[in-house]
């Protein structure tokens, strides 16, 4: 009984602060920043390789597209999923409670993740799987990078063999493969969002511009006259840019049509840049995808009642206790 009593007044005082945040009337207190604050947004839309997943509304999870035989897309029983990210051959769900499931290959233990509690978010190398705490640590799991002693990180982005850390102070932390430079960011700073490309990263400022570091070879980190832009990704040889008035910018390459159409886009409210496709989530909770269409990956016409990724969807109990 004691505990219903109280998770019934964590709930009156969750409501009471989304309802002060909207009418913009009330002051954030240190538990609130360190809570629903420590994370941006939540994903609820992955275009990766040649297949593209996407979280509905009922917490459960779609896919079109390839399949790899590793059981990358044994989706069809998750629920209570709030989150979700993926490479080529596992993908990775973030539940309600803290807790994460995934399927897909084992090659280098980053399938491990089911003993992890208390994570708020979770990125997706190349060969390693990473998760935030609410503490603002990072756990990962694989042959990646060490993020042992990192702190105070409000939001992670992981691809390739590299991952990027945004502390909350709008500085930023990487670690692992440093190649062509990706993990350059140590002297960014007034970032909000981080977004890591399979061998370059980028960054948007809080002014709505972006920045990007690491192999240029197609173009992908041509981004420095962008503007207006409230949300970034990055995949292998692209970024892409979702600007305040719900249309897209994108660069890099267009081999396979990755690039087509996407500057006519409307109304779009989250944006996916995978391998071979682009994908991008409709305010209405459709999806239009581009790129590859020779296996499924564009197949998503059809999809409804999409997620809209949004602090609202972190996990209750990072709200909790982050203010202990």
């Known amino acids: 009984m004691k505990k219903r009593i109280a998770y019934s007044v964590v709930m ?22 360190k809570g629903t604050d420590r994370v ?57 409670d803290g807790t994460v499931v ?36 990072v756990a990962l799991v694989g042959a990646g990078a060490d993020v042992s002693g990192w702190s105070g990180i409000r939001e992670i982005s992981a691809e390739g063999d590299h991952i990027v850390g945004l502390r909350t102070d709008g500085t930023v932390v990487a670690a692992g493969g440093n190649t062509y430079g990706q993990c350059n960011v140590n002297d960014w700073k007034d970032i909000v969002a981080v977004a890591a490309g399979s061998d370059h990263t980028v960054g948007l400022r809080s002014d709505g511009t972006v920045v990007a570091t690491g ?20 995949g292998y040889l692209n970024t892409v840019g979702l600007r305040s008035n719900g249309t897209v910018v994108i660069v890099g ?14 109304d779009i409210v989250a944006v996916s840049e995978g391998s071979y496709l682009t994908a991008g989530l409709r305010a209405n909770g459709t999806v239009v995808a581009v790129g590859d269409k020779g296996y499924g990956g564009c197949d998503v016409a059809d999809w409804t009642d999409i997620r809209r990724g949004s602090k609202a969807d972190i996990p209750i109990m990072t709200r909790q206790t982050q203010g202990k």
């Open 12 to 33: 009156i005082l969750l409501i009471a602060s989304m309802i002060l945040s909207l009418s913009g009337c009330g002051q954030k207190d240190a538990s609130d920043q």
């Open 102 to 137: 995934s399927t897909g290959n084992t090659w280098d233990r980053e399938y491990e993740v089911r003993d992890w509690t208390d994570i708020v978010a979770v990125s997706v190398g190349s060969r390693f799987t990473a998760g935030l705490r609410a503490d603002g640590t």
């Open 215 to 234: 192999k240029n070879t197609n173009g992908e980190c041509d981004v420095g006259k962008w503007k207006d832009i409230v949300a970034i990704d990055a």
């Open 253 to 266: 390459d267009n081999s396979l049509g990755q690039c087509d159409g996407v500057g006519k886009w409307k």
């Open 40 to 96: 941006s947004t939540m994903q609820s839309l992955v275009a990766v390789g040649r297949r593209t997943l996407g979280l509905r509304s009922d917490g459960t999870v779609v896919f079109a597209g390839y399949s790899y035989e590793y059981g990358e897309n044994d989706v069809g029983g998750w629920t209570d999923i709030v989150a979700i990210d993926a490479r080529w051959n596992w993908t990775v769900g973030l539940r309600s």
